[in-house]
């Protein structure tokens, strides 16, 4: 089994299982926006990724450490799995949780999450533009734009909503333009 199957067969029961208690606790918005933070805050931080990967360190610290970072941040419910998780020790799994959790609440909530990668920063104005256009194409309620910089695209942008590739930027342009003269 590749390494990504076995984070997917670890994440997807935590998740669900998730998602049933905040469903029925009435806090699925509640707990989905605390676990986006949660997820930011992952992102933004390394040494708190190898920290709580690392096997080394008692539960007992990565709990004192999950309690000082976000315990009059989140919500009560997403604080007490996050314990649970450093008790069965799956804690070093929460990125996968996390995300596996937020594709299904959108699933549920019936949002198309549109991943954005443009060279220079998007402002709101053109973030809410963009949301409305895909609005129209996807015939979709709610859109969740991912935003993402990537510089090796020189100029414009590329959008991906789920296999579907909208690619507007320079780079994509002259990539296009060269296996057009390559085959002529």
């Known amino acids: ?7 997917e067969k670890i994440a997807v029961p935590y998740a669900e299982a998730l998602i049933n208690q905040a469903q ?3 806090l699925l918005i509640e707990a989905t926006k605390d676990l986006s933070l949660i997820l930011t805050v992952l992102s933004e931080s390394k040494d708190l990724q190898i920290l709580l990967k690392n096997p080394l360190i008692s539960g007992f610290i990565k709990k004192e450490i999950l309690k000082q970072l976000f315990e009059n941040q989140i919500n009560t419910f997403v604080m007490n799995f996050l314990l649970v998780l450093v008790d069965r020790r799956r804690i070093s799994f929460l990125n996968h949780i996390i995300e596996k959790y937020l594709k299904l609440v959108y699933i549920l909530e019936s949002t198309t999450i549109a991943e954005l990668y443009s060279a220079v920063d998007i402002s709101e104005l053109q973030q809410e533009s963009l949301i409305q256009k895909i609005k129209s194409m996807t015939n979709s309620n709610q859109v969740k734009l991912v935003v993402s910089k990537d510089i090796d ?8 909503i789920g296999s579907k590739i909208i690619d507007v930027s320079l780079a994509g342009k002259l990539k296009r333009m060269s296996l057009y003269l390559d085959t002529n």
């Open 1 to 7: 089994m590749s390494n990504q199957g076995f984070k």
């Open 24 to 26: 029925s606790n009435n």
């Open 153 to 160: 695209l020189i100029g414009g942008f590329v959008i991906k």
